[in-house]
Each structure stands twice: as structure tokens, then as C-alpha cells.
């Protein structure tokens, strides 16, 4: 009987460590890593189905050991190549954004049976407007489904034409000729049933009903967005978590098309590093291609309090894909500027984890130059506020 002791997938993390500290080079880590993938199908494939399991669960540990030692290269690598400003508190941006004039927002109406949260802003594909909304009911935790809504008379209604995807946090964009499609898919993990893996993917298609997955991120990666850039390049903003991202920071990197959206090129991108001090975190939704060049996130930020409640907050800042230079966040709406409402409550112990969470969509520019922006509310409502442009040149 094959014994997975003796496995590939079984080789010690801490024989690999000795490599990265011996400055191995990104090229033959990215080598490494997928022979490593490509000898794992066949050892999968080489043994009975019963005893498979166990062989994907040492695999999926090895697998995040070298994706995180490509983002440990890559950040020794840009360590003194760069100066930056450092990051503002949470606290300090939000202190600034109560100091100034506040809109008041209003909730959607979704004819569903489960909760919708967490939409994105209308996006017209083939003549007709849909939002796209994550569904899960109340008393669940990552159970979602997200789905395409039209409006009708103030009420958005799912249409039933469309399939549901087994996703979180969905997100629509057009890419040349193609819609580009993604979301986060989450699993059980093996070991501890009561914990997730995720990762985001992708599809890809000329219409709603042709989308196929294409491409994915490494496992651990959310809120990944792309866009297109002067020139035809494809800039895209990914979020790395742990080691040195900590809860999760903000990188960029430019690719020349979407064949080559991929792990390893998610890996490598440049991290924003004057976005978040220690133990905040945060990530984008959107993006925009601004008339200079520089593009427009839409995207929150987030932080603990000392009873382990989450605060989101939508913010905004501009960056410069030629030289990596950003603006500074600005948060441009909190969840007071809604009306109340409930609060999904994922775990007995904090039962106001969720209650000052905003999660944005992302905005939709009005004729008078103000924008809509769509957002989900404490992870069981949907939001709309009229703020004003936040890429607007004062």
C-alpha cells in the first residue's frame, strides 16, 4: 500500500526554508514549484481514491509554504528600493472623514428569501442592468451563492436565466471583448473542518451564458481586481495574507493579458506599503482608468477594537501603474450614514463582530458629477449612498 509518509508531498518545509535563505532565485522557486505540481498530479492519479485525502492535505500546506516563499523574495527584493510615506491609522482617516460634510444612504430591496449583501455597482451587459449580490441565509457562514439581479419597479429581482455561482464577493469587468467575471471561492479545510481555505477565480466570455473559469490566485488571496491600462496591458491589484502581509496588504502588478493571470504572477506583485499599519488590513473592489493615466480604487479598510469587532469602511485613493506612486486613503462613507439594521452573527461569543461593517461594491457616476456608491451592509443588506466624486480634482 502506498504510504504518503514517503511522498513528495511530505518533504519537510524546513529543507525548502534552507533554499530561501540561501537567496534562491525567484526563476528556479517558480521552477520548483511547478514540477512540484506537475509531480503531485501523478502521485494523486498513482495511488486508490481512499487514500487520497490525506495526500491533498500535506499538498495543500506545502503548496502555501511556496507561494509565500515567492512573496518573501519578492518583498527582500523591493525592501530598500523604495521610500514611502507611512501609513495613517484607521482611527486618524476616520476622525478626518467626520469632520466634513456626510451624505445619508439608503437600503436596496431584494426579492429573495435569503440575505443579499455585499453587491456590486450595476453594470450594463448586453442591454440590460444587473447588480450582482452574495445570497446566504442568516444562520449560515460560508454558504454563499452570488447572483445576477435586475431591477423592476425598485426591486431587484434575480434572474432566473442566469446561474447561481458557489462564490463570495463577486465582481464583473470587461476586458477587451470579453466580460470578466470572479468571485471567492471558499472550502472546508480537511484538517479542522470548522476553518476555510479561499482563493479567488475567474471566468471569462463574450456573454453570461458562455463564462468559463480560466484563471484562480494563490489559496488565501481575496479581492483581486483588474483593469484595463493605457496601451492595452491589464493592471491588477491583488491581496496577500500572512507572513509579512500580516491581515492582508494591498499589491499591483501589470500583465499583458489574461492568460497570463496566474498565481505565480499575483505573487509577484508590488506591495502598496503605505496603506495599513500593523493589524489593519484591507483590500480592493473596484477599479477605475482615470483620464491621466492613473487609476481609481475603490476599495475599505478595516481594523479590530479590543472586543475583536470588525470595522470595514469603503475608502478611495488614486496610483500610478508607471511609478508606483499612490494617493492617500480617503474613507468615504461609514456605517452610521445608513439607516440601522441587523447584523449576521458568525460566532455566539461576539455578537456585535459585524455590526460596523461596510463592504463596498463599488460607484456609478451621475450626471451632476456626484457618483453612487453600492455597498453591503453588516453581511446581511445592501446599500446605496450619493457621495461625491472621490477622483475628482479638487
Known amino acids: 500500500m502506498h504510504n504518503p509518509e514517503k511522498g513528495l508531498v511530505n518533504q519537510r518545509a524546513k529543507e525548502q526554508t534552507i533554499k530561501v535563505e ?6 528556479e522557486i517558480i521552477r520548483e514549484y511547478q514540477e512540484y ?8 492519479m498513482a495511488v486508490p481514491k481512499g487514500e487520497r485525502r490525506s495526500i491533498l492535505a500535506n499538498a495543500k500546506n506545502l503548496r502555501k509554504y511556496w507561494e509565500a516563499s515567492l512573496f518573501k523574495i519578492e518583498e527582500r527584493r523591493t525592501r530598500y528600493e523604495e521610500s514611502y510615506e507611512e501609513p495613517i491609522p484607521t482611527m486618524d482617516l476616520l476622525s478626518e472623514y467626520l469632520s466634513g460634510n456626510r451624505a445619508k444612504g439608503e437600503k436596496l430591496t431584494f426579492n429573495e428569501d435569503r440575505d443579499v449583501y455585499n453587491i456590486s455597482p450595476p453594470i450594463e451587459i448586453e442591454n440590460k442592468e444587473f447588480i450582482i449580490g452574495r445570497l446566504e441565509k442568516r444562520s449560515d457562514w460560508a454558504k454563499s451563492q452570488v447572483a445576477f439581479f435586475t431591477e423592476n419597479a425598485g426591486v431587484w429581482e434575480r434572474d432566473s436565466d442566469l446561474p447561481l455561482y458557489d462564490l463570495e464577493d463577486s465582481f464583473a469587468t470587461r476586458i477587451g471583448d470579453e466580460i470578466v467575471f470572479g468571485g471567492v471561492r471558499v472550502w472546508r479545510t480537511l484538517d479542522k473542518p470548522e476553518n476555510v481555505d479561499f482563493r479567488t477565480v475567474f471566468y471569462r466570455g463574450k456573454n453570461l451564458k458562455s463564462l468559463k473559469e480560466f484563471a484562480y490566485s494563490p489559496v488565501g488571496m481575496k479581492d483581486v481586481r483588474l483593469t484595463e491600462l493605457e496601451g492595452g496591458s491589464i493592471g491588477v491589484f491583488t491581496r496577500p495574507l500572512g507572513g ?18 496566474t498565481p ?9 506599503k503605505d496603506k495599513f499599519v500593523p493589524n489593519e488590513w484591507g483590500g480592493i473592489n473596484e477599479i477605475h482608468t482615470l483620464p491621466d493615466g492613473k487609476v481609481g480604487a475603490i476599495g475599505h479598510i478595516a481594523a479590530f477594537d479590543k472586543e475583536k469587532n470588525k470595522h470595514y469602511y469603503p475608502m478611495s485613493f488614486t496610483y500610478d501603474p508607471q511609478t508606483h506612486q499612490s494617493s492617500k486613503i480617503k474613507i468615504i462613507a461609514i456605517r452610521e450614514d445608513f439607516p440601522d439594521g441587523p447584523a449576521k452573527v458568525t460566532n455566539e461569543r461576539t455578537p456585535f463582530e459585524l455590526v460596523d461593517v461596510v463592504f463596498p461594491g463599488g460607484i456609478v457616476k451621475n450626471e451632476d458629477g456626484s457618483v453612487n456608491l453600492y455597498c453591503g451592509l453588516s453581511d446581511t443588506e445592501a446599500g446605496k449612498i450619493t457621495i461625491p466624486d472621490p477622483f475628482e480634482k479638487k
Open 22 to 27: 540561501q537567496n534562491q532565485s525567484r526563476k
Open 264 to 272: 505565480e504572477k499575483l505573487i509577484r506583485a508590488k506591495i502598496l
Open 244 to 261: 509579512v502581509a500580516g491581515r492582508g496588504k494591498i499589491g499591483f502588478v501589470r500583465i499583458n493579458s489574461l492568460d497570463e493571470l
Open 37 to 44: 505540481r506537475d509531480r503531485l498530479v501523478r502521485e494523486i
